[in-house]
């Protein structure tokens, strides 16, 4: 069965950080590209970042660039996201994805998809 569970959510205060996680079962992660959505209530759904399956390139969002940091590590099967200078416009559901090939700023078309963990930030 293949699962993709994110964690890591939570309040963070306006500047903080939080760090989500995405653990992988059912298939075999380095065969994909990961990354990482985000949909704010009321908005669009939108790209925050990827990492590449062979090359490792990373890609991210504008409103994230110098502020996240995707990683992954294939041995555990888990994909991370560091998010730091966090800002109250970064609150949101986070979804963890997998796709062949990453876009602009996410994977592209994805296969899988996790059930999301939500980010607050707030004062």
């Known amino acids: 069965q293949v699962q993709l569970v994110e964690s890591g959510g939570g309040l963070a205060q306006p500047g903080g950080s939080l760090r989500l996680s995405c653990a992988a079962s059912?298939?075999?992660?380095?065969?994909?590209?990961v990354g990482w959505f985000r949909q704010a209530p009321g908005k669009e759904r939108e790209g925050v970042s990827c990492?590449?399956?062979?090359?490792?390139?990373?890609f991210y969002g504008d409103p994230v660039k110098g502020r996240f940091t995707i990683s992954r590590d294939n041995a555990k099967k888990e994909v991370y996201l560091q998010m730091n200078s966090l800002k109250p416009e970064d609150t949101a559901v986070y979804y963890c994805?997998?796709?062949?090939?990453?876009?602009?700023?996410?994977?592209?078309?994805?296969?899988?998809w996790g059930q999301g963990t939500q980010v607050t930030v707030s004062s």
């Open positions: 994805a997998a796709a062949v090939y990453c876009g602009d700023s996410a994977p592209y078309d994805p296969e899988y």
């Open positions: 059912g298939f075999t992660l380095n065969d994909y590209a």
């Open positions: 990492v590449a399956r062979r090359d490792g390139r990373t």
